[in-house]
Structures are given as C-alpha cells and as structure tokens.
C-alpha cells in the first residue's frame, strides 16, 4: 500500500513528468462504472502531478461495454487503456488502433479514444511458464505485428514486479529494448 500524499512517492512523479512521461490513473477495482469515484481518484492524482491526467487503465481490467467508457469520459478522461485481456496476450477487438469507440447508449463515437492493451508482464510470466528466450519470442512477435500494421497498443508492467521478490526486472529490461524505449 501507498498514500498520494507520501513526500518520495511525489518526488518520483515529478522526476517522470520532468524526464518526459506522462501519468495516467489506474483506477480501483469498483470504480469501473462509477464517474463520481473516477472523478475523484482522477483529482487525486492530478493534485500529485499538479496537472491534469487524462489517461486511465481500470484496475484488474474490469469494463463493461456500456458503462466504463462513458463513465471514464464524464469524469473528465480522454485515454483508456483496459481493452485487453487479463489472461493472455493479444487485442480484444482484433486490432492495433486507438480509436473512438462507438457508444450504444447515444448511438455516437465516444470523444474517448481507446489504447488496446496489447500484453502485461503476467501474460509472459504468470499465465505461460515461458523460459527466458521463450518469454522474449513472444514479446518480439506481438510487438512486431503491431509494427508491421503501423499500429498501437499498450504494454503494461506492474511496478511491483521490478522488486527482487518478483524478480521481473530483466524481462522488464527487454522490454524496453524491444519497444525501443532505451
């Protein structure tokens, strides 16, 4: 567990915000179809990064097709990511694209654009007992196809997993080679 307000935790933010990321909002577990928590967990990091955050993942990728986004974009976001799978990697809606998705309730594209989540580091660890070189093939293979479509998805990488009790570090590392973020 950790406080928004703990001092070191605000001085890693900045540091980020100041090296060129940007920080969105992983929402809690119960706040899928609910604007009023999202507002207030999207003000909550907006206070620590003293800006606006506009981008969001729900937690556990829990969405539902008619609420999520919509609640998303009343409580102020423009970006989600959670279009994925907990289980495996791949798209949800067989595509790279960031996209507006449709709204059924309004019968309009949502102003939100969607990321699709394209793999998390659980997917190479977790839910396949891959070896080292099995983990990279995969990761290379999936970030390939993207490439080779000209699209875009999201990776994502719990930071907890970057601890010696995980041990996910060197996974992380090719990572970032393979996406060519270093």
């Known amino acids: 567990g950790y406080s928004l ?3 070191r935790l605000a001085e890693r933010v900045r540091a980020l915000i100041a090296r060129g990321h940007e920080v969105g909002v992983h929402p809690s577990y ?3 179809n609910d604007a009023a928590r999202l507002t207030e967990e999207r003000a909550a990091v907006g206070k620590l990064v003293a800006g606006d955050v506009h981008a969001c993942r729900q937690h556990w990728m829990r969405f539902s097709w008619t ?8 409580a102020g976001f423009s970006l989600d990511s959670t279009l994925g799978f907990n289980d495996r990697p791949g798209f949800r809606v067989s595509a790279a694209l960031r996209h507006h998705p449709w709204n059924p309730t309004t019968a309009t594209a949502h102003k939100l654009e969607v990321l699709p989540l394209m793999m998390m ?4 660890y977790d839910y396949a007992e891959l070896d080292p070189s099995a983990r990279g093939t995969r990761l290379r293979h ?4 993207v490439r080779a479509v000209g699209g875009e998805a999201a990776i ?3 930071p907890h997993t970057l ?5 996910w570090q060197n996974g992380f590392a090719e990572m970032l080679d393979v996406v060519g973020a270093r």
Do not use: I, K, M
């Open 67 to 74: 609420s999520t986004w919509a609640a998303q974009e009343r």
């Open 156 to 158: 994502l990488w719990h």
């Open 163 to 167: 601890s010696t009790d995980y041990g």
């Open 30 to 32: 119960s706040s899928w």
């Open 142 to 145: 999936f970030v390939d196809e």
């Open 5 to 7: 307000d703990t001092p």
């Open 121 to 124: 580091d659980s997917h190479l």
